[in-house]
């Protein structure tokens, strides 16, 4: 299991062997573009090069962007279509031919992954108070009426859709996007429109948005697994923060 980056790890690392050169604009000589890979699980992304700028999102092991500069220690990137930064100590820079780019280009603006259904996420991924009985939160939650249709994330095969523990009513969906195996968890659902077995496309309707199991109010409880599904109450296993793939 990876471990997530906390913020103060983050700041006690030093940065080693990063090149400073390039501004992630195709160099007219040699017809390549810069960019940068992701090294750790949970990195956070910043709107400013220090600890004292907002966190906006978590990136992932593997994950590639533009790289556009960096100020200090740290790596400024385009993240979602704005200008972001990661510290440097976590990604890796390389540089790719302008074929290349174009192709990677693509593969970074899509995930694979579109959002399961409409409202706002009212609880993030992390670690949390654990009143509700676990002390880190594997998904995230979309505030949403009972009846809002929940749609799948991807094209996948559904693994389970059954009404079980916490979960109540709940859809497991197995996936491979970019060549990596992921598991999808959509919980608590007022009702289930799939079976075991069942081969879905991308955006097809799974279920709609309840209160079933564990859960105070109406919401959509969404997980992300790398690989299969794995619980943990109390780490983030192998699930990853679904803001970095939406």
Sequence with gaps: MKRTITTLAMSALVVSGFAATGTGKVDAATKSTYKVKIKADGLRVRTGPSLKYRIVDGVNSGQTFKYLGHRGNWTKILHKGHKRYVYSGYVKKYRVSGHTAKKASFSTSSNGFSRPTSGPVTQGYGK???????????????????????????????????????????????????????????????????????????????????????????????????????????????????????
């Design 128 to 246: 949390t108070s654990g009143i509700f009985g676990y002390t880190f939160h594997n998904g995230i939650d979309f505030g949403a009426p009972t009846g809002t249709p929940v749609k799948a994330a991807a094209a996948g095969k559904v693994i389970k859709s059954s009404y079980q523990g916490a979960y109540g009513n709940h859809v497991m969906v197995k996936h491979k996007v970019h060549g990596i195996s992921y598991t999808t968890v959509y919980a608590h659902l007022s009702k289930r429109s799939v079976f075991v077995g069942q081969t879905i496309p991308k955006g097809a309707t799974i279920g709609a948005v309840g209160s079933t199991g564990n859960s105070t109010g109406a919401h959509l409880h969404f997980e992300i697994h790398r690989g299969n599904y794995v619980y943990s109450g109390t780490s983030a296993a192998n699930s990853v923060n679904p803001l970095a793939f939406l």
